[in-house]
């Protein structure tokens, strides 16, 4: 990666990096630049980059549209072998990657080598994908004529990915695109862009070829509106917030678009539930991450017989978690100052609607970054705002039910659809809540985060347009289907005519 000293302040001196486009690392032509910083302590800057244009958005498609030819003659099993060398760099760094995700976004040490062992599980199965990439055969109506699909590249994709998984959500993306033979410009979170270029440059390293993979940092409505609109780009795949997945939307014209947008997910606790693991599952999926994934727990529902004895054990485990730096501290900061400002918000608006503060409830101004207490509001009625919105911080709503299909109708009453959990130990209603909760994810007995790379991943609803990442779906995403005919009968065969049997 081509970096430069940059002099920052009085003898602090920072690195400079560049974008990817074309394989060669360059400048913006904005001249224009950011910074990102640690958001366990903003006095760490980890670099300055490119506020990217959409003059280099369009090098950037240019040099895609020319690899393409190229990169889809290669054949999808010698695509799936570099995703495969990209899995045993990623493993041979997976320390450094996972301390540069917790250093430029704040989530704790074991959960920033979770991230990269999700770049690493995507390449491994991508990459095998080539040896399937399957179409289908299907028996035509007419003798002598023989009929299957077979998979197309796209071309350009656009990739747009958020800051919470910063190696793992752009490679998700990257790899599905490229063993489909896409080219491909991501443009990733101006608050994680140094995590976003140590991946490609991973890439680079690989063996994948110039121009098949470029990146332009900077802002979203600069840089992501240009993708969106660039007439060259055939797809989108976007993950991010709802306000500006329903932008992309809009502005993507005719182009296919994938949007994997925003959660507000409930956990289910059944007065049957083994209440140690629930509270087990709770903490994990509220307070994971600090609340920032998009599967996060921001509601439980739990049986009103058993919600006292669930408060009193849940406050036990939340006293235990311990604010700071995530490589030395299990619940680290939120990202950045606007995401503190906006949790703030949040918990004032909780108290005016009438929410009862069990724990938590203010930042944490002892320490240098966007420390916030973790969150509890019981008494929290179905309609409130902090019941309905996603709140992206370490902010739990606790509401009772007093049976299964209380709780159902309570966890579907909301615009999301994501992730769902139930704890139970009646196996009737664990098979009914899978059947009734309006969720593209539902777990039994655990808690809502937990995405395996070889299932499909996306919600209902608001939560995005219907399309899934990951496993086999996430094949749909980056290619088309063609269907082919071959009539090998020596004449011309009329479907829907020849093929009517005469009485
Ligand atoms: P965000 O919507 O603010 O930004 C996402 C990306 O879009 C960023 O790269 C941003 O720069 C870009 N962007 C901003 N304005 C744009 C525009 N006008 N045109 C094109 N791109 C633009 O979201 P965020 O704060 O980075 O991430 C948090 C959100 O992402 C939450 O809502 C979370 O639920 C969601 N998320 C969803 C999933 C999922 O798979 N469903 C996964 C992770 C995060």
């Not at 003898?11 to 910083?37: E, L, P, R």
């Not at 939307?249 to 997910?265: C, D, M, Q, W």
Request: net charge positive.
């Amino acid at each position: 990666m081509h970096v430069s000293l940059f002099f920052l302040s009085r003898g602090v001196f920072v690195q400079s990096y560049k974008q990817y486009i074309n394989g060669k690392w360059v400048n913006s032509s904005s001249k224009k630049t950011f910074t990102s910083k640690n958001p366990a302590n903003p006095k760490d800057v980890l670099g300055i980059f490119q506020e990217g244009s959409s003059s280099d958005v369009a090098l950037a498609v240019a040099a895609a549209q020319k690899a393409f030819a190229q990169w889809r003659e290669i054949p999808a099993p010698r695509r799936g072998d570099i995703l495969l060398r990209v899995a045993t760099l990623l493993r041979a760094e997976k320390k450094k990657l996972g301390a540069l995700v917790t250093r430029e976004m704040g989530k704790q040490y074991i959960e920033g080598l979770a991230d990269i062992q999700e770049a690493i599980d995507v390449a491994e199965y991508m990459g095998s994908e080539g040896r399937r990439f399957f179409g289908s055969t299907t028996p035509s109506e007419l003798p002598q004529k023989f009929c299957m699909t077979v998979r197309r590249p796209l071309g350009v994709v656009g990739l747009i990915t958020p800051w919470n998984f910063p190696i793992a959500i752009p490679a998700w993306k990257i790899m599905a695109a490229l063993i489909c033979g896409n080219t491909c410009v991501l443009k990733p979170s101006s608050d994680t862009p140094l995590c976003a270029l140590t991946y490609v440059q991973l890439l680079e390293k690989a063996g994948i070829p110039q121009g098949v993979v470029n990146v332009v940092t900077g802002d979203g409505s600069v840089v992501g509106d240009a993708l969106v609109a660039h007439p060259h780009v055939r797809a989108i795949s976007f993950t991010g917030s709802k306000d500006v997945g329903a932008h992309v939307l809009a502005h993507a014209g005719i182009k296919k678009v994938g949007l994997e947008l925003g959660g507000k997910n409930a956990i289910i606790i059944m007065d049957d539930a083994d209440l140690p693991l629930a509270v087990e599952g709770v903490l994990w999926g509220a307070f994971g991450t600090t609340g920032q994934r998009c599967t996060a727990a921001s509601r439980v529902i739990v049986h009103k017989k058993v919600q006292k004895q669930f408060e009193h054990l849940l406050l036990k485990q939340v006293r235990g978690l311990q604010a700071g730096d995530g490589m030395r501290c299990n619940f680290g900061p939120l990202v950045n100052q606007a995401a503190l400002e906006k949790t703030e918000k949040y918990v004032a608006i909780g108290l005016q609607e009438g929410a009862t503060l069990l724990f938590g409830g203010k930042r944490i101004s002892n320490k240098q970054g966007y420390f916030h207490e973790p969150t509890l509001f019981t008494r929290v009625h179905p309609s409130m705002r902090i019941a309905q919105e996603e709140i992206f911080g370490p902010v739990l709503s606790i509401l009772t039910c007093t049976d299964l299909a209380d709780a159902i109708c309570i966890a579907n009453n909301i615009e999301y659809g994501l992730s769902s959990a139930l704890y139970t130990q009646n196996i009737r209603n664990a098979f009914l809540a899978i059947e009734h909760l309006d969720a593209g994810i539902t777990y039994i007995n655990s808690s809502t985060i937990g995405a395996e790379v070889h299932l499909p991943f996306g919600g209902v609803k608001k939560t995005g347009n219907g399309t899934r990442e990951a496993g086999i779906l996430g094949i749909d995403e980056f290619s088309e289907v063609k269907t082919v005919y071959i009539d090998y009968s020596g004449k011309l065969q009329k479907a829907q005519i020849d093929t009517f049997v005469q009485k």
